[in-house]
T-cell receptor, first 113, second 116 residues
Framework: NAGVTQTPKFQVLKTGQSMTLQCAQDMNHEYMSWYRQDPGMGLRLIHYSVGAGITDQGEVPNGYNVSRSTTEDFPLRLLSAAPSQTSVYFC????????????FGSGTQLSVL | AQKITQTQPGMFVQEKEAVTLDCTYDTSDQSYGLFWYKQPSSGEMIFLIYQGSYDEQNATEGRYSLNFQKARKSANLVISASQLGDSAMYFCAMREGEGGSYIPTFGRGTSLIVHP
């Protein structure tokens, strides 16, 4: 049982480049989400999805795009990377209920130069 | 306004002592869930403990317990008999029911250092 698989673990981009962070889960979770973690700011929600074909914006969506074509996959796209997007990114999934814990990917350390 | 407030950016505790990490929350929902996660220096996020708003007893998981005071809207994490491996960031989180659409919100975290 792989859980939540997030790739890559590390990435360095130049300003203006685009890239996609991959996230896949094998637990049939309805809810999938992307967070960014910055020092002193906790985890801030970028985008989330409650099922295939359904996505919505979180607290800090600007500069990011998502899609959910299958239950399993929820990629995060950086359209034109900026230094302000230097951060640690986490994908997380769960069943969609108030008492369900989140399962996290291992994180992606992204640096934008 | 922050929905989850963790007022202690950093905490220090002696090995084998107990420590309490504070968490207060803000919601108008009657039905919600409260969670604590641990993030060691390796970076992964580890679920520790859950408390439902209708649970009458405080949740416990091994050395972790959640001191739930509903009227005060607090959900403090108590770690008994601290170990060196407890040194980590700790995040409090909430999933609201009807009004919050179950979207988790996180506090800013508390860094715990356990001294030998």
């Amino acid at each position: 049982n792989a859980g939540v698989t997030q790739t890559p673990k590390f990435q360095v981009l130049k300003t203006g480049q685009s890239m996609t962070l991959q996230c896949a889960q094998d637990m049939n979770h309805e809810y999938m989400s992307w967070y960014r973690q910055d020092p002193g700011m906790g985890l801030r929600l970028i985008h989330y999805s409650v099922g295939a074909g359904i996505t919505d914006q979180g607290e800090v969506p600007n500069g990011y795009n998502v899609s959910r074509s299958t239950t399993e996959d929820f990629p995060l796209r950086l359209l034109s990377a900026a230094p302000s997007q230097t951060s640690v990114y986490f994908c997380a999934s769960s069943f969609f209920s108030q008492n369900e814990k989140l399962f996290f990917g291992s994180g992606t350390q992204l640096s934008v130069l | 306004a922050q929905k989850i407030t963790q007022t202690q950016p950093g905490m220090f505790v002696q090995e084998k002592e107990a420590v309490t990490l504070d968490c207060t929350y803000d919601t108008s929902d009657q039905s919600y869930g409260l969670f604590w996660y641990k993030q060691p220096s390796s970076g992964e996020m580890i679920f520790l403990i859950y408390q439902g708003s209708y649970d009458e007893q405080n949740a416990t998981e091994g050395r972790y317990s959640l001191n739930f005071q509903k009227a005060r809207k607090s959900a403090n994490l108590v770690i008994s008999a601290s170990q060196l491996g407890d040194s980590a960031m700790y995040f409090c989180a909430m999933r609201e029911g009807e009004g919050g659409s179950y979207i988790p919100t996180f506090g800013r975290g508390t860094s715990l250092i356990v001294h030998p």
